[in-house]
């Protein structure tokens, strides 16, 4: 049985920083691609960021970029996000995610396997 765990979620004040880590355990079949994403209250499901398994290629959303950061350590079958500069719009559930098979996309509906969130709150 698969599953994604995330955990480092809590609570920080404008332009903290906080680590997130998303353990990933049982087997998933050709892993090709892991992910990020958030969703605030009242709002769609957004992409964070994603991670080639292979290459450790990435590549981020906008609204993120140059702030967070996603690694990914094989060997421990773990994903981490470090997240700088936080801002109060960054508050949200956040997800990881997992994707067997093709490109890594922004597109959450690309990504098979999934996390239950923690919880992530900034406040100005």
């Known amino acids: 049985q698969v599953q994604l765990v995330e955990s480092g979620g809590g609570s920080v004040q404008a332009g903290g920083s906080l680590t997130l880590s998303c353990a990933a355990s049982?087997?998933?079949?050709?892993?090709?691609?892991m992910g990020w994403f958030r969703q605030a209250p009242g709002k769609e499901r957004e992409a964070v960021g994603w991670?080639?398994?292979?290459?450790?290629?990435?590549g981020y959303a906008d609204s993120v970029k140059g702030r967070f950061t996603i690694s990914l350590d094989n060997a421990k079958n773990t994903m981490h996000l470090q997240m700088n500069s936080l801002k109060p719009e960054d508050t949200a559930m956040y997800y990881c995610?997992?994707?067997?098979?093709?490109?890594?996309?922004?597109?959450?509906?690309?990504?098979?396997?999934w996390g239950q969130g923690t919880q992530v709150t900034v406040s100005s």
């Open positions: 991670i080639y398994v292979t290459s450790l290629g990435t």
């Open positions: 049982g087997y998933i079949p050709s892993t090709s691609c």
């Open positions: 995610a997992a994707r067997s098979g093709g490109y890594c996309s922004l597109d959450p509906t690309r990504f098979n396997y």
